[in-house]
C-alpha cells in the first residue's frame, strides 16, 4: 500500500508512513527482536505464551500462611504502592489528594515515612519497634530499607514462623495506627 501510494500520491504517502511510525507495528517489532532466540523458536503457541509470562509476572510474595484477608488487603497496597498513603494517591492523580504531604507536614507520606518516622503513629511504632526487638533482637540495626522491606515481605533467611511473626507484627501496627480505617475513594 505504502508504494503504490508513493508512485501515485507522494504526499499522502508520507502520511502513511508517519501513521506507521506511530502504530503499535515498530514497537513491536524492537519488542520481538529484544527476546530470546529461545522464546522465539518455541514449538508451540501455548509455549511461547509460558515463556512470555514467565517474564512479565512478577513473583508472588509469601504471606506466610496469615489468614487476616483485611490486613493482607492493606499490606499489599502498601507492597505495590496503592494505598491511602497521600503519595500512592497523589501519584495516580486521586482527586481528593492535592500533596503527597503527610498530614504532619515533616515529609512526604510515603511507606517509609509511615511506617518507620511519622509523628502521628509514634506508639504504635514504639510497641512495633519493641516487639521486633523482642523476637530478632539485631533486625533494629539494619538499614532503613533493609528494615523496611523485611516488615513488609519478611527476610529470606529467616524461616517462615519468623517471618510470620513479623508480618503480625506489622500486621498489627497497620490496624492499630487506624490510618487506612476509611475508604479509599
Not at 530470546?36 to 509470562?53: E, G, M, P, T, Y
Not at 488487603?73 to 489528594?97: A, E, V
Not at 500533596?99 to 515533616?106: A, D
Not at 514462623?161 to 490510618?179: A, V
Request: hydrophobic share 40%; net charge positive; aromatic share 8%.
Amino acid at each position: 500500500m505504502i508504494l503504490i501510494l508513493a508512485i501515485s500520491h507522494k504526499f499522502q504517502a508520507c502520511i502513511v508512513v508517519l501513521n506507521l511510525v506511530n502504530s503499535f507495528l515498530p514497537t513491536c517489532i524492537k519488542e520481538w527482536n529484544k527476546l530470546d532466540s529461545s522464546v522465539k523458536q518455541s514449538a508451540s503457541i501455548v509455549q511461547f505464551r509460558n515463556s512470555i509470562l514467565k517474564t512479565i509476572r512478577p513473583v508472588q510474595n509469601n504471606i506466610f500462611d496469615i489468614c487476616d484477608n483485611e490486613g493482607i488487603k492493606l499490606l499489599t497496597r502498601l507492597r505495590l504502592g496503592l494505598s491511602h498513603l497521600h503519595k500512592h494517591k497523589f501519584d495516580h492523580g486521586f482527586r481528593d489528594t492535592v500533596s503527597p504531604m503527610c498530614s504532619c507536614n515533616t515529609e512526604i507520606e510515603s511507606v517509609t515515612h509511615y511506617i518507620l518516622r511519622c509523628p502521628n503513629f509514634n506508639q504504635q511504632r514504639i510497641h512495633l519497634m519493641n516487639e521486633i526487638n523482642k523476637i530478632v533482637p539485631n533486625l533494629l540495626l539494619e538499614n532503613e530499607c533493609i528494615f523496611l522491606s523485611t516488615l513488609l515481605y519478611g527476610k529470606s533467611e529467616f524461616d517462615n514462623d519468623l517471618n510470620s511473626k513479623i508480618l503480625l507484627l506489622t500486621l498489627e501496627f497497620i490496624h492499630s495506627s487506624k490510618r487506612f480505617d476509611m475508604p479509599l475513594f
